[in-house]
């Protein structure tokens, strides 16, 4: 294959790009890097499957200058490239490269077995994270990080803790034991420099740690995760699903709902597909499962509970306390003597589904109890007189 000079044209007006192996295999192959680096309007640059690990010095050079002169590059993906088979000399350009370019503020390098690295490679990653100006967004699901020694993780923990714009940081695992980074077979220390790192990520918004088997960790791992979430000051996302949390003994559970409490900006929490049905007696009816559901109604910002693949209570996405506790709530102080339509089919549609929910239908009786309810009945239709009388 030939590369096209239409193709190098286009990277005249281009805002992404893809390379394929077809490119990489061209004589003229070059040629692109120089267009992809003069790329006036390049946002977005994709570097996946192209067996990165299987290029000489020679050709990471020209990648790497590419990469870094590129003046609009704000994305950069490196996912699936073959980086663990990368000798020292190319990482050192590759990660130079990330760090001198000067735009980028979001880096993929998922499903790179960058476990097989050494501590002189981890030293280059470290360096580019650190000093990336502008990085925001960091992935680094499916990397076998389970391999890595006490002092490889101190160097990339301590790196993220340092990036300074850092915002949203992937540390899930979802491709099986060879590419898990397998957090719940981390002993103590590795756990601990990891909380270290999300409490000193200032700017920390995102963190997606599923699929990595926090339910095998005893209490002290699950007392440092929480403390590390009450100290994120500006988490807003935390993504905690498949990880088999129905193990976790109560203590446990009482520490995380403690930590979901405190995280002040905390707006959306995915639990789902933990088996947290286990937590109870008989399905979800437990202590622990109500402890959670607490900690929920009580949140000042939350709003969105994932618990995908818990048919057990009736829910099947999204559970919408927060939506339902604040409509409540502004009724409170609401002129009009009238309970408005949608609240009564909302309260209605999750008191019923299941006993938890019958603080919606107490707190309706009371809003109730204080007004006039011969009023409230008169003001709406038979259909909806019938639905009040039903959650009296």
């Known amino acids: 294959m030939f590369i096209t000079k239409e193709l190098i044209k286009s990277l005249e007006t281009a805002t992404e790009f893809r390379l394929t192996l077809d490119q990489v295999a061209a004589p003229n192959f070059p040629e692109l890097l120089l267009a992809i680096q003069d790329a006036p309007k390049l946002q977005y640059l994709c570097l996946g499957a192209i067996f990165l690990g299987r290029w000489d010095e020679a050709r990471v050079r020209l990648l790497a200058i590419a990469i870094e002169r590129a003046p609009r590059l704000q994305t950069l993906s490196l996912s699936n490239s073959n980086l663990d088979a990368m000798k020292l000399a190319q990482v050192k350009l590759l990660m130079a490269a990330i760090q001198g370019a000067g735009q980028l503020q979001a880096l993929y390098l998922d499903d790179n077995a960058l476990g097989d690295w050494e501590e002189a490679q981890v030293l280059c990653l470290m360096a580019a994270i ?155 009816g437990g202590k622990k499962f109500n402890l959670l559901i607490e900690s929920i109604e009580m949140h000042p910002t939350l709003e969105a509970i994932r618990f995908e693949g818990m048919k057990e209570a009736g829910i099947d996405y999204i559970l919408r306390d927060n939506h339902i506790k604040r409509a409540i709530e502004s009724y409170n102080v609401v002129t009009s003597h009238q309970i408005p339509d949608e609240l009564i089919d909302i309260i209605q549609q999750y008191s019923l589904k299941h006993d938890l929910y019958q603080f919606y239908k107490t707190k309706l009786e009371t809003i109730r109890q204080s007004q006039n309810t011969t009023s409230v009945l008169s003001s709406v239709s038979e259909k909806d007189k019938t639905s009040a009388i039903k959650l009296a």
Not at 222 to 233: R, S
């Open 130 to 284: 650190e000093h990336a100006p502008q990085l925001r967004t960091l992935g680094l699901s499916n990397n076998k990080f389970c391999a890595w020694k006490e002092a490889q993780i101190r160097l990339l923990m301590t790196a993220i803790g340092r990036a300074p714009r850092l915002q949203s940081l992937d540390f899930s695992s979802f491709g099986g034991p060879l590419v898990s980074n397998n957090l719940g077979a981390w002993n103590e220390v590795k756990v601990e420099l990891l909380a270290t790192a999300i409490e000193h990520a200032s700017q920390l918004q995102t963190l997606d740690l599923h699929g990595n088997n926090l339910g095998a960790w005893n209490e002290v791992k699950v007392e440092l995760l929480a403390t590390a979430i009450e100290h994120a000051p500006q988490l807003q996302t935390l993504d905690l699903h498949g990880n088999n949390l129905g193990a976790w003994n109560e203590a446990q559970v009482r520490r995380l709902v403690t930590a979901i409490g405190h995280a002040s900006q905390l707006q959306t929490l995915d639990l789902s597909n933990n088996e947290i049905y286990c937590w109870g007696s008989s399905s979800w």
